[in-house]
């Protein structure tokens, strides 16, 4: 598969690093809310800070978003795994009655890869400046799946997530 490596089942996760989220979040899993935008921006501005050069502007902001993301709903609970339920339903984890004896695994979605699209055309339909956040986690086999989301940038330049379903 070559560059899309990612897309592929595997028994042992991909992921090649654990950040240490303390320094930038602490613990709300007791709180009533999560500022999500206030950690999104921050971690985006820590990792836009120690690579001023060498990577993307665009892609380390979004992967700072997502990266932030997904470990808070880790943390709450919130985490969507598809692989765990028979339908499509977007239900977070800690509402699937064996939430407290899932492996860690099923709750956390590992982000792997994001990758530009400048221009693709699916069928007569034309896209552009589309980004693949390729996360992996764990199904009910044991097998670490892939999770896929799509993202472009509207007219404020922010990120905004493309829902293939609701």
Known sequence: ???FDSLSKTSSSKRKYSPNYANF???GRFATS?????????YSLVLLDNNKKKYNQDLLSLWGKLDI???IDYDLGNTINLYLVDSSKRIPVNQLSDY???PEETRRLNLLDIKYIKHLKLQNIKFK????ATYE??????????YVLLFTKNDNDDFI???LWI
Request: no cysteine; glycine share 2%; charged share 30%.
């Open 34 to 42: 999560v500022d999500y935008d206030y950690f999104e921006n921050l």
């Open 137 to 146: 986690i764990l199904d009910m086999n044991n097998n670490f799946r892939p």
């Open 69 to 71: 993301r997904s470990y």
């Open 25 to 27: 979040y602490k613990k």
């Open 161 to 163: 997530e493309i829902r």
């Open 129 to 132: 400046d589309l980004y693949l």
């Open 100 to 102: 407290n004896f899932m």
């Open 1 to 3: 598969m070559g560059q």
